[in-house]
């Protein structure tokens, strides 16, 4: 009938078009519009829970994903978007719990495992890590994350050459990945391939020029081989675009020690002379949801 309200269902196709836009405030309205309708709807409770960890809200997502669950306990998504919400909390064990949950009800969702990977390898289970980031490539080939996921927990365990080869396939599918370059940087500097490292930075700089863990490692490299007017700039450029990235901050002053500016190293540490060690500190990115 012309001018009648829309039905639910209207209102959840419009809401989920909003929110696979971007458009997050008109999504959660729309969501909150049906829950009034319909408080026991699992799909806006799960979906408002998803928008929930996307702006931060973590404790809400739990919330709201853990209702969508009580009124429907076989949507793998739900389980794994709870897991998403708890390991982002720090609720390690029981991410790891919803990611198997999601699992059991599909057993070919590859990104649940490449999840499952991330929670385990926070929890220092390594093996069992690699064994689930390899159980999503084996379902998902050409998943870009699970390979460069898989390199952090290879280079976590040392095994450097099979991390360098895992960031490399990740970088054959996506040559523009700047995570992966910077990960490939970690493991070439590990490698003691200083002249590499620097390469990988740039180009991981070349497609994100505001990456600050990526200037801050390339200044790593180039402290290293010498260059310490090229490193000091590097590392400046790294507390310009992240003002309060530690590692930058304790580097430069490393730095800056090195060329005999002991003042300014001091100053900059707030009083405190910067760490002395002869490996500087640098970032790896995990790129789980």
């Not at 405030?25 to 806006?44: F, P, T, W």
């Not at 495992?113 to 999503?136: D, H, P």
Request: hydrophobic share 40%; glycine share 6%; charged share 25%.
């Amino acid at each position: 009938m012309q001018g009648a309200s829309p039905s639910v269902q209207d209102l959840f196709a419009e809401a989920l078009r909003h929110h696979q836009a971007g458009r997050l405030n008109e999504a959660e309205r729309l969501y909150r519009q049906i829950l009034r309708i319909d408080s026991g709807h699992a799909d806006a409770l799960h979906l408002l829970g998803v928008l929930a960890h996307q702006v931060g809200r973590n404790d809400i997502a739990e919330d709201l994903i853990g209702k969508a669950i009580a009124r429907n306990d076989q949507a793998p998504a739900f389980h794994s978007n709870l897991g998403i919400a708890l390991k982002a909390q720090g609720k390690l064990e029981g991410a790891v719990a919803s990611y198997r949950r999601a699992l059991v009800l599909k057993p070919d969702y590859a990104e649940a495992c490449n999840n499952l990977g991330a929670a385990l390898k926070a929890l220092g289970r390594l093996e069992a890590a690699v064994a689930s980031y390899r159980q999503a490539l084996t379902l998902k080939p050409d998943y870009t994350e699970a390979h460069n996921n898989l390199g952090n927990a290879q280079q976590q365990q040392s095994k450097l050459e099979e991390a360098v080869a895992s960031y490399r396939r990740a970088l054959a599918l996506k040559p523009d990945y700047a995570e992966a370059h910077n990960n490939l940087a970690n493991a070439l500097r590990d490698q003691g391939k200083l002249e590499e490292v620097v390469v990988s930075c740039e180009r991981a700089l070349t497609y994100r020029p505001d990456y600050a863990e990526a200037h801050s490692n390339l200044g790593n490299a180039l402290r290293e081989l010498g260059k310490l007017e090229e490193a000091v700039a590097s590392y400046e450029r790294a507390l310009t675009f992240k003002p309060d990235l530690a590692e930058a901050h304790n580097n430069l002053g490393n730095a800056l020690r090195d060329r005999g500016q002991l003042e300014e190293a001091w100053r900059l540490t707030s009083g405190r002379w910067p760490s002395s060690r002869t490996t500087p500190t640098r970032t790896a990115i995990c790129c789980s949801s």
